[in-house]
């Protein structure tokens, strides 16, 4: 799977929009952009993913760039339950398996 | 809430012990999987089972036992442990491999904090 680079960590205010970054300059065009994050004390759980164009749910928005080199996770309205580690990860759709390879992630840290 | 859980979520053993962690997942999935996230490093990813066979070992010590009775039931048996291996232990799952799908989301218990003596 192609790396990504996320910054090590962040800090965003209670109730303001968040936008995590996340570079993946050797994306291949099988390659789905996928989000989780860890929550303190507790395993990862799914965000979002998207392949080129941009996708919402009810955790969060995914902006994909046109080039698809980077995206960015978009928090519209971050509160104190957000502060986790996010993970951006990449998954090519054409392997058999299910395995996904975790980075480093960015620390996000909501300030009330 | 999660759909997978695991059983203890503490356990402090002596390197010479046995012991076994649990995992249940109630949502139909036929793949499992026990990642290690030790302080500071990116989680690992241990073992796959797929219908109840182990697809992958991912270099894993043999004093790891991961054993699958059923597609609902993961086990990890430890035993003669070192210090290093104290870590959270994850399981998680998914539908399955079957359609080739690598893009179903994985479903992660809280973990179990080991720490070895």
């Known amino acids: 799977d192609a790396k990504t680079t996320q910054p090590n960590s962040m800090e965003s205010n209670e109730e303001e929009p968040v936008h995590l970054p996340c570079n993946h300059s050797t994306i291949s065009g099988t390659d789905y952009i996928h989000w989780y994050r860890q929550l303190p004390s507790q395993g990862p759980e799914y965000v979002i993913h998207?392949?080129?164009s941009n996708v919402n749910n009810r955790m969060a928005s995914l902006a994909i760039a046109e080039d698809r080199k980077s995206s960015t996770l978009i928090l519209h309205r971050a509160t104190l339950r957000d502060a986790a580690v996010y993970y951006c990860i990449l998954r090519d759709s054409r392997n058999r398996d299910d395995k996904i390879i975790f980075g480093k992630g960015t620390r996000l840290h909501i300030l009330p | 809430e999660t759909g997978v859980t695991q059983t203890p979520r503490h356990l402090v053993m002596g390197m010479t012990n046995k012991k076994s962690l649990k995992c249940e997942q109630h949502?139909?999935?036929?793949?499992m999987y026990w990642y290690k996230q030790s302080a500071k490093k990116p989680l690992e990813l241990m073992f796959v089972?797929?219908?109840?066979?182990?697809?992958e070992n991912n270099s894993v010590p043999s004093r790891f036992s991961p054993e699958c009775p059923n597609s609902s039931h993961l086990f990890l048996h430890l035993h003669t442990l070192q210090p290093e291996d104290s870590a959270l232990y994850l399981c998680?799952?998914?539908?399955?491999?079957?359609?080739?799908?690598?893009?179903?989301?994985?479903?992660f218990g809280d973990g179990t904090r080991l720490s070895i003596l």
């Open positions: 998680a799952s998914s539908q399955d491999h079957s359609t080739g799908n690598s893009n179903q989301p994985q479903h």
């Open positions: 998207g392949l080129t």
């Open positions: 949502l139909g999935h036929n793949a």
């Open positions: 089972y797929n219908f109840k066979e182990q697809t």
